[in-house]
């Protein structure tokens, strides 16, 4: 069964910076898409970032574009997005994703696979 465990979460101030990570297994992770969604309290699940599986173009929210960068290691199976200039609407639980589907990115059905998610506090 694929596992997908992110880490990094925490509480941080406005302005700061996190850097969350996701490590896969049970997968081959080079076949597939991996992402990052969001989804605050009361809110739906939205999207954040994307990398594509072969070559590396990454796609990101507007609300978070020039302020987070998403990443992946082939070779250790992981995906991590930094987080900088944190802002207190960034709160929310972050989930890794992943897919080997070509369904629209930014639309949480398209994605296989689910994190248990790892929380983030920005305190204004």
């Known amino acids: 069964q694929v596992q997908l465990v992110e880490s990094g979460g925490g509480l941080v101030q406005a302005g700061g910076s996190l850097r969350l990570s996701c490590a896969a297994s049970?997968?081959?992770?080079?076949?597939?898409?991996m992402g990052w969604f969001r989804q605050a309290p009361g809110k739906e699940r939205e999207f954040v970032a994307a990398?594509?599986?072969?070559?590396?173009?990454?796609y990101y929210a507007d609300s978070v574009k020039g302020r987070f960068t998403i990443s992946r290691d082939n070779a250790k199976n992981t995906v991590t997005v930094q987080m900088n200039s944190l802002k207190p609407e960034d709160t929310a639980i972050y989930y890794c994703?992943?897919?080997?589907?070509?369904?629209?990115?930014?639309?949480?059905?398209?994605?296989?696979?689910w994190g248990q998610g790892t929380q983030v506090t920005v305190s204004s």
């Open positions: 049970r997968l081959t992770f080079t076949l597939y898409h």
């Open positions: 994703s992943a897919t080997g589907s070509s369904g629209p990115l930014f639309q949480p059905r398209s994605w296989n696979y």
């Open positions: 990398i594509l599986r072969n070559s590396g173009v990454t």
